[in-house]
């Protein structure tokens, strides 16, 4: 099998003939100490990842000569630090009638695919191409600030729902120029949780956000896409919500807040693949490149018997990883995920 293969076998519940690794965001200072001036695409290609994944773009404006804070196309103030994602500090939307003047970004301007539509020339059909972006909650929080925004969802609910219902219909619109590009796979990446639970109800994410996923999910797979959902946090009260919008995987399923990959396999294992559980806060940062092994063995004792996983680390592969311990866990997962499994 190549890695597109495996990828569809897994996602499609079925036995591939080695776990998938299915890494999606890595941070550059990673990739540059492990090879120097190359690309992620030249990363993947030498390591044999089984995926290639890009966020879409966004261009950013400085707001302050020591070019420390950024806005961004949505209008949103963003300080970017030196890992993979940028923070959030200043908000557009102070009340209702700047939503009436508001214009989202384009999906289609010319740079938003631009690194997916190189992977796409490079890899169809050997590797999936997977396109990350939001879905219904993040891009709207971050639109109002986040006390705001859930302050919204019980006084003004209207008022947050258009500003739901206009970031999923810019969501929809970048999946289909996406899938119009070559696209294999969406990853939608809003984080609902904390370790200690959902940021909200379970009753309060089906009326406000499962919706706008369900509808991104939807355009996907009339697409012919697959949708593997990205959430952090304990999200156990948050699985059964989330099946329902019709998602072929879930990720990461961290293990710090005390979920169990084993019992997720269990519960959900023949109705969704799993991706996901390396401990990437210890294991992965550890000193000891055999607990990334060991690790790496309970993932695949947990998660990979009968199909239907991929392993990936529990969030992503941050800068506090060592370059061994990444090189460590690709080696182990290769070696060690062949089926059928002896471990």
């Given at each position: 099998?190549?890695?597109?293969?495996r990828v569809l076998?897994a996602?499609n519940?079925?036995v591939p003939?080695?776990v998938?690794?299915?890494?999606c965001?890595m941070?550059?200072k990673?990739?540059?100490s492990?090879?120097?001036g190359?690309?992620?695409e030249?990363?993947?290609?030498?390591?044999?990842?089984d995926a290639?994944?890009?966020?879409?773009?966004?261009?950013?404006?400085p707001?302050d000569?020591?070019?420390?804070?950024f806005r961004?196309?949505?209008g949103?103030?963003m300080?970017?630090g030196?890992d993979i994602m940028p923070?959030?500090?200043?908000?557009?939307?102070?009340?209702?009638?700047?939503?009436?003047?508001?214009?989202p970004?384009?999906p289609?301007a010319p740079h938003?695919l631009a690194n997916?539509t190189?992977?796409?020339?490079?890899?169809?059909g050997?590797?999936?191409?997977?396109l990350?972006?939001?879905?219904?909650?993040a891009?709207p929080?971050k639109?109002r600030?986040?006390s705001?925004?859930l302050m919204?969802l019980i006084?003004?609910?209207?008022f947050a729902?258009?500003?739901?219902d206009?970031?999923?219909?810019y969501?929809?619109?970048?999946?289909r120029?996406g899938?119009?590009?070559?696209?294999?796979?969406?990853?939608?990446?809003?984080?609902?949780?904390?370790?200690?639970?959902?940021?909200m109800?379970?009753?309060?994410?089906?009326?406000?956000?499962?919706?706008?996923?369900?509808?991104i999910v939807?355009?996907a797979h009339?697409?012919g896409?697959k949708v593997?959902?990205?959430?952090?946090?304990?999200?156990?009260?948050?699985?059964e919500?989330?099946?329902e919008?019709?998602?072929?995987?879930?990720?990461?399923?961290?293990?710090?807040?005390?979920?169990?990959?084993a019992?997720f396999?269990k519960r959900?294992?023949?109705?969704?693949?799993?991706?996901g559980?390396?401990?990437?806060k210890?294991?992965l940062t550890?000193?000891?490149?055999?607990?990334v092994?060991e690790?790496?063995?309970?993932?695949?004792?947990?998660?990979?018997?009968d199909?239907?996983?991929m392993?990936a680390?529990?969030?992503s592969?941050?800068?506090?990883?060592p370059?061994k311990?990444f090189?460590?866990?690709?080696?182990?997962?290769?070696?060690?995920?062949?089926y059928?499994?002896?471990?």
């Amino acid at each position: 099998m190549n890695s597109y293969e495996r990828v569809l076998t897994a996602l499609n519940l079925g036995v591939p003939d080695r776990v998938p690794i299915f890494e999606c965001a890595m941070a550059p200072k990673v990739i540059e100490s492990i090879l120097p001036g190359e690309t992620l695409e030249d990363m993947v290609e030498k390591y044999n990842l089984d995926a290639i994944y890009y966020r879409e773009t966004y261009q950013y404006e400085p707001i302050d000569p020591q070019k420390k804070y950024f806005r961004d196309e949505w209008g949103i103030v963003m300080m970017l630090g030196d890992d993979i994602m940028p923070s959030p500090v200043n908000s557009p939307l102070k009340n209702e009638e700047d939503l009436r003047k508001f214009c989202p970004p384009d999906p289609r301007a010319p740079h938003r695919l631009a690194n997916l539509t190189s992977a796409v020339r490079r890899f169809k059909g050997v590797k999936p191409v997977v396109l990350g972006m939001s879905d219904s909650f993040a891009i709207p929080w971050k639109l109002r600030g986040m006390s705001d925004f859930l302050m919204d969802l019980i006084m003004n609910p209207l008022f947050a729902k258009k500003i739901i219902d206009m970031v999923v219909e810019y969501n929809c619109e970048l999946i289909r120029a996406g899938a119009q590009i070559g696209v294999d796979i969406i990853r939608p990446t809003d984080d609902y949780a904390f370790n200690t639970g959902p940021m909200m109800s379970s009753q309060m994410w089906q009326n406000f956000f499962q919706p706008g996923l369900k509808k991104i999910v939807e355009t996907a797979h009339n697409l012919g896409l697959k949708v593997v959902k990205h959430t952090d946090g304990l999200i156990t009260q948050l699985v059964e919500p989330l099946l329902e919008t019709g998602i072929d995987a879930l990720h990461p399923i961290e293990p710090l807040p005390g979920q169990s990959l084993a019992e997720f396999k269990k519960r959900f294992g023949r109705r969704i693949c799993l991706i996901g559980n390396l401990n990437c806060k210890e294991a992965l940062t550890s000193e000891s490149t055999e607990a990334v092994v060991e690790d790496v063995r309970r993932c695949l004792k947990e998660g990979a018997a009968d199909g239907g996983y991929m392993i990936a680390s529990s969030n992503s592969i941050h800068s506090g990883v060592p370059p061994k311990n990444f090189l460590a866990y690709i080696e182990a997962a290769r070696t060690l995920g062949k089926y059928p499994l002896a471990l």
